[in-house]
């Protein structure tokens, strides 16, 4: 078979891959109803023309068209990326996936569009698919090895997952590869013109105003290469090299000067220094961090596939006398990127989610997949590998997905369909002794899912909420979500002077909500 026919392969069995992710997509894409609070945040801070939603006003009724309002885009504000730009300066996030974000909901105009930001996700995944055959092509030399890891990652469960949760996480692993895929195509072959350092500033600018942690990575692939010089005495590259890395820093504060105040002064910020510094805790964290890559991408087959591959390299030992160094030197930088990004993530990230885990989702897979089929195919036909391999990762990754769609949303709220049905048409009021934006968030959609919108309102316990016994003076019953530790006697007797309760029936609880059916008549 020539080049060109070989070329013409690839292209077609990779397009089939990006419309097996389509299908597969779309298949879980149409059941997610549900948009966990950073997720609706998504859309507001795109698109909220007025406010930020921790800045909702307090006490008020607010209906389905107040909650539209705020996450949809506004009469003569469609493409007006001030608003994404301007929000995102209050929040801690950069914009750029944001813009994008108001592109979209500019063609739906007071529509909020789950399948737009899932689409969006679906097409950096697409980007990823290509970019990941291209690194893993040049790590192993071998065009199979690159097809079967982009395609077995394309349509694993964590790739799904990061499709449907519409956050910035699945553009950061498209651009990460991008980041990595020059250094693999220009950094290695010692192509360093004016070029190469245009492609890896870019890629450094546009990841870095994606989000604030793409600069893990690029520190510890700088860290590497910039040893790499020096070993080597390219002088004159490492001096062109530091000048691209300064140059980025200022290109992306010049566009986003308000990165600045986020990284060193926001509570961000802080508390991922106060994390780093502090002692205990960090095996928990580490545990907890293994267990969701074991889950999202191996299916809970991890540990079998290590010992696996564990015993495949004395094998390989055994039959070559010497370990591959040579051979697999392409492969050192992402494997040390990718185990330093996931260890200081695991020390510094404000909770452990998978989400921070997402953009090296497909570094896991090239070095896993393909370590293990290149390893195998020292050992038996190259061709019997690849099938041996494609068994092994397909059986972990259609169980996991088989098990339902991925679905980024908090288990407790989903447990809760029957009472939000039952009561689906009864005013709501939330209540607690502080306005936490998260858990209010968590509370609508978790009304909004089932019925569509609850009139709800929020009140602080120190306030009162006139609007509200306005809003219900006729109304024999009205449910009660207290997001407290417990309905103590403070906000017992709060909440009987503000609804007027005659009674307090316990619905429901879990985390630190009770719920009761307060009785007015």
Known sequence: MTEKKKTLLICGLLLAVCLLELLLGWQYGRQKTYLMCDELFTYTSSNNAEIQAFDMPLNEWL?????LSQSTVTEGHAFDYAIPYRNQEADVHPPFYYFLMHTLSSLVPGKLSIPAGVGLNLCFLWGSTILLYLVTKGIFGSRRIGLLVSALFGISYGAMNMILFVRMYAMFA???????????????KRELTWKTFLLLGITLVCGVLTHYYFILPACFLAVWYFVKFWMQKRWKEECGYHVTLELSAVAALAIFPTMWQHIFNDYRGEG???????????GGSLKTMVKILNDQLFGGWLFAILTLAVLLLIVYLIKHRSFPWKELDRLYPVVFMTLCYFLMVTKIAPYMTDRYLMPVYAFVYLIAVGGFAWLLGKLIRPGRALAVC???????TAGKLA???PGYAYADFQ???????????TYCVYIDREYNWWEYYGVIQLLQEYKGFYCISYAAITEDIPAAMEKFADADQVVVYVGDSELNEEITDYISKTVGAVEMQPLDEFDRYHIYLAKLR
């Open 272 to 282: 991922a220094r106060n994390n780093l510094v502090k002692l205990s805790g960090f």
């Open 174 to 188: 498209f651009l990460l590869l991008a980041h990595v895929y020059v250094y693999q195509r220009l950094v290695e």
């Open 403 to 405: 098990q339902g769609a």
């Open 415 to 425: 447990k809760h369909q029957a009472l939000a049905e039952e009561y689906g048409d």
């Open 63 to 67: 209906d389905r068209d107040w909650f």
């Open 390 to 396: 494609s068994a092994v990762f397909l059986a972990a």
